[in-house]
Nanobody
Framework: VQLQASGGGLVQAGGSLTLSCAGS????????RGWFRQAPGKEREFVAA????????DYSDSVKGRFTLSRDRAKNTAYLQMNSLKPEDTAVYYC????????????WGQGTQVTVSS
């Protein structure tokens, strides 16, 4: 499994961005595809995840209500729609694929930088 993250960039506070995570190889219905982020000097943190088959989602409290994670199974791609962005959302965002919403991720993509200016 290979994952390719894209869509990062520079945006003003209050703006929106959509990140994409395209996968190659098989993605089982039971798999979870998730997003994590890491800001300078901070630990990597969970952002959101989606169960590939059911489409059920999980969000961290810090992004709930502002971010929406969806997937297109035909394209094997997950989309993270980020609205009402805040400067504290600035980080490198990584997509990953694994077993559980918040743990046991085996495959990781490269990061994409999101910078939110105030």
């Amino acid at each position: 499994v290979q994952l390719q993250a894209s869509g990062g960039g520079l945006v003003q506070a209050g703006g929106s961005l959509t990140l994409s995570c395209a996968g190659s190889g098989s993605t089982y219905s039971s798999s979870v595809r998730g997003w994590f982020r890491q800001a300078p000097g901070k630990e990597r943190e969970f952002v959101a995840a989606i169960r590939w088959g059911a489409g059920t989602t999980d969000y961290s409290d810090s992004v709930k209500g502002r971010f929406t994670l969806s997937r297109d199974r035909a394209k094997n791609t997950a989309y993270l729609q980020m609205n009402s962005l805040k400067p504290e959302d600035t980080a490198v965002y990584y997509c990953a694929q694994g077993t559980y919403y918040r743990s046991d991720y085996r495959y990781w993509g490269q990061g994409t930088q999101v910078t939110v200016s105030s």
